[in-house]
């Protein structure tokens, strides 16, 4: 499986936008990019995925190099609630590629 | 759609005793996973389902671990004997589809003493 490397943390203000990066450089051209999050005593949760364009959902967008080697999710206005760990995962979206394999995530801390 | 249900939130147990985990995924998903997380180790995906058959259990730690999917509805993890080093959070997932999104339940933490 293609790897990712995020940072440990990051912390960031409440109600200022939050830039999370994650790298991928050995990404291949089938490889989508996901991004959950797991809230404390939580499961993971489904945040958003793309492939080369950048995407928007109602919670949170995700930016995408031309090179798709790096990638960027945008919470743009921070709650206490978007305390979490953030997953960014490589997945192959074939049939018989179904696993998810998740590294170790950013904890991102909301400062009041 | 309540979600992913698991049962039950927390299990203590002894060492050596038998320990069921159920799960009930979303209906209509035809895919079912397993997932243990620790402290040391994270997120690590045990086995998982499509279609009540299971695929891929290549992350199942050893001959302990066992995991059915009887029907569509209904899927169990059962660890026998149980170990103090089995104490993880156990979740399971389910998705509509081979490329949709993962749905997670809230999870059973299990301790083993």
Request: with cysteine; glycine share 6%; net charge negative.
């Amino acid at each position: 499986d293609a790897k990712t490397t995020q940072p440990n943390s990051m912390e960031s203000n409440e109600e200022e936008p939050v830039h999370l990066p994650c790298n991928h450089s050995t990404i291949s051209g089938t490889d989508y990019i996901h991004w959950y999050r797991q809230l404390p005593s939580q499961g993971p949760e489904y945040v958003i995925h793309g492939l080369t364009s950048n995407v928007n959902n109602r919670m949170a967008s995700l930016a995408i190099a031309e090179d798709r080697k790096s990638s960027t999710l945008i919470l743009h206005r921070a709650t206490l609630r978007d305390a979490a760990v953030y997953y960014c995962i490589l997945r192959d979206e074939g049939f018989g590629n179904e696993k998810l394999t998740f590294g170790t995530g950013t904890r991102l801390t909301i400062i009041p | 759609d309540a979600g992913v249900i698991q049962s039950p939130r927390h299990e203590v147990t002894e060492m050596g005793q038998e320990v069921t985990l159920r799960c009930k995924p979303i209906s209509g998903h035809d895919y079912l996973f397993w997932y243990r997380q620790t402290m040391m180790r994270g997120l690590e995906l045990l086995i998982y389902f499509n279609n009540n058959v299971p695929i891929d259990d290549s992350g199942m730690p050893e001959d302990r671990f066992s995991a059915k999917m009887p029907n569509a509805s209904f899927s169990t993890l059962k660890i026998q004997p149980s170990e103090p080093r089995d104490s993880a959070v156990y979740f399971c997932a389910s998705s509509a589809a081979y490329n949709s999104p993962l749905h997670f339940g809230n999870g059973t933490r299990l301790t083993v003493t």
